[in-house]
C-alpha cells in the first residue's frame, strides 16, 4: 500500500521579495507552506546565501574565518569580488563596521565611497548594514541608500530607535528594508505596522527577529521564527508574511566553540571544522525556522547549507 503523506493547507503566504536588478535579481520568499514542505504547496524561490563582507578589515574575526579571505579582506573591493568571481556568491552583505563610534568611527562620507566602490566591481546584489549602532546608522544608511539609488539592495537594519530615518531612506531610494526586533514576536510585528504606516510597502520588507548561535539561545529564536512564520501561513496575518532574515556569521564566530584553541580544549577536535561546522548547523536550524535570507562568512560553511538546500528542495 503506498504512503500518502498527510497534507496541510494554509491560507496565508510569505511575500516573494526580488532584490538586484537586471539579469542578477534574485527572489526570495513566496512559499505558501512552512518551510521545504514542497509536497503541500508552492515554493518557488530557494532560499538566499548571502556572504558577508566589510568595509575594514575583520581584525576581530577568528583566525579561522579570516585565512579564507587572507589577501582580499583589507579591501571591500577586492573581498566582494573574490566572493562573486572565485566563490560564486549570489549576494554579498557589505557590513559597515568601521563606522561605529567605537570602532574607526568613520564617517558617512565614508561609507558613501565604500558602496559606490563595491556596486561598481560587482553585478550580484548588495546588502548594506551598519555597524548596529542606532544613532550612527540613521546618517550612515541614509547616505548609503543615497549612494546606492535604484540598485535595488537591502538596506538595513531599521531597529524601533530609527526606523523612520531609514525607512524614508530605504523608499526613497528604491530599496528593501530589513526590520530587526528584540526576540520577540510582539515587537516584531509591532515595528512591521509602524514602517508601513509610514507608507513602505509591506512587501518590501525583510523581517530580522534576531539570531542567536547553536548552545547560546537558539532553541528560543527558532521558536519565535517558527511563531512567526505559523502566523503568516495559519492565520493570514499580512504584518508577519514577510521573508526572514538569519544573520547567522556575526553570532556564531563569537562564541567560546568557534574561537577556542585547539591547545586550550583539545578534547572538542579540530578548531576550524569545528568553527565551521557550528556556522552550517546554526544556519539549517534557522532555515527550517523559516529563514528564507541568510548572512555567513566561512566559505565551506556556506557549501554545506547550499547543499542541504539542494537536498531538501
Known sequence: MAFTPTRETYSGK?????VGTG???????????????SFEGSTPNRPLVAFEIQDVPPSDWPENVQKPFAGVSDDP????KYCQDELKAKAIALRLIGTHPDRENRSPEDAVKTVKDVLAAIHIPLIIL?????EKDSSVLIAAAEAAK???CIIGKAQEANYKTIAAAAMANNHKLIAMSELDINLSKQLNILITQMGFDKERVITDPMCSALGYGLEYTYSVMERIRLAALTQ????????MLGDVGMYVWKIKETTASEADLPQWGASEERGIAWEAET?????????????MRHPRAVEAVEKIIEELI
Open 14 to 18: 510569505v511575500y516573494p521579495v526580488t
Open 23 to 37: 539579469d542578477s535579481a534574485i527572489t526570495f520568499g513566496g512559499e505558501n507552506v512552512l518551510p521545504f514542505n
Open 77 to 80: 573591493v577586492k573581498w566582494a
Open 130 to 134: 551598519g555597524s548596529n549602532h542606532a
Open 150 to 152: 535604484d540598485r535595488n
Open 236 to 243: 493570514n496575518d499580512v504584518t508577519m508574511q514577510q521573508p
Open 283 to 295: 544556519a539549517t536550524a534557522l532555515l527550517v525556522a523559516g529563514a528564507e535570507l541568510l548572512i
